[in-house]
C-alpha cells in the first residue's frame, strides 16, 4: 500500500503570506495526486488533480506541483476563507486503491 | 449542477450491516465516464477510501475492507448504496458518497454513523 505522508501537521501562517504544504508518497503515483480543502463540518472541496491542474472554481493562487514521491501545494496569499486542513490524495495503478495523506492543518498566527 | 445526498440510519448496532444510500440530483448517474464512491471519516481523524462502481456495476474497494462491503448501484433510481457487514465501534464514522473521475470532485454532505448497542 502506498502511504503519503503531509508535512507539516500544522502550519500557522498570516493572511497574505504564502503557504508551502509538502506530501511525500513512499513510492511513486507518476502524477496520480490531488489535493482537497476540508473546514469544519463540511466535505473535502477538490482544489487540484493530476498533480497541477486546478478543479473548477479554484482560484488562481492555488497551485500544485510535483511528480513521482514528492508534491506540493502552494496557496500564493494567504485569504481568511483559507485557513482550513488540506488533504492530498493519490491512485494506485492496479488493483485501483485511494488513499489520503493525514492532512496538514492551516491555521492563523 | 449535479448534487450528492447521503441517506440511511445513524445508529446501527455491533454486528449488524451498515446500509447507507447516496441519491445523485442535477444529472444521469449513467452519464459521462465517472466512477461513484463511499468514503469515510472517523471524528477528527482522516479520510479513507472505502470502494467504488462504475454503472456497470463493476467495483473495487479498499483491500482493508473488502471481506465486508458491497457497493451496489440502481440507475433507474439515480443511486448507489454502501453495506458493510459485522460492524463495530471502528466503523463509526462520518460517511461520504462522492462522484470520481481524475479525483473526487464532488461530495455528499456526510451522514454520521454511530455504531452502538
Known amino acids: 500500500e502506498i502511504v503519503l505522508t503531509q508535512s507539516p501537521a500544522t502550519l500557522s501562517l498570516s493572511p497574505g503570506e504564502r503557504a508551502t504544504l509538502s506530501c511525500r508518497a513512499s513510492q511513486s503515483v507518476s502524477s496520480y495526486l490531488a489535493w482537497y480543502q476540508q473546514k469544519p463540518g463540511q466535505a473535502p472541496r477538490l482544489l487540484i488533480y493530476d498533480a497541477s491542474n486546478r478543479a473548477t472554481g479554484i482560484p488562481a493562487r492555488f497551485s500544485g506541483s510535483g511528480s513521482g514521491t514528492d508534491f506540493t501545494l502552494t496557496i500564493s496569499s494567504l485569504e481568511p476563507e483559507d485557513f482550513a486542513v488540506y488533504y492530498c490524495q493519490q491512485r494506485s495503478n492496479w488493483p485501483p486503491v485511494y488513499t489520503f495523506g493525514q492532512g496538514t492543518k492551516l491555521e492563523i498566527k | 449542477q449535479v448534487q450528492l445526498q447521503e441517506s440511511g440510519p445513524g445508529l446501527v448496532k455491533p454486528s449488524q450491516t451498515l446500509s447507507l444510500t447516496c441519491t445523485v440530483s442535477?444529472?444521469?448517474?449513467?452519464?459521462?465516464?465517472?466512477?461513484w464512491s463511499w468514503i469515510r471519516q472517523p471524528a477528527g481523524k482522516g479520510l479513507e477510501w472505502i470502494g467504488r462502481?462504475?454503472?456497470?456495476?463493476?467495483?473495487n474497494y479498499n483491500p482493508s475492507l473488502k471481506s465486508r462491503v458491497t457497493i451496489s448501484v440502481d440507475t433507474s433510481k439515480n443511486q448507489f448504496s454502501l453495506k458493510l457487514s459485522s460492524v463495530t465501534a471502528a466503523d463509526t464514522a462520518v460517511y461520504y458518497c462522492a462522484r470520481l473521475q481524475d479525483a473526487f470532485d464532488i461530495w455528499g454532505q456526510g451522514t454520521m454513523v454511530t455504531v452502538s448497542s
Open positions: 462502481i462504475y454503472t456497470s456495476g463493476s467495483t
Open positions: 442535477g444529472g444521469s448517474i449513467s452519464s459521462g465516464s465517472y466512477y
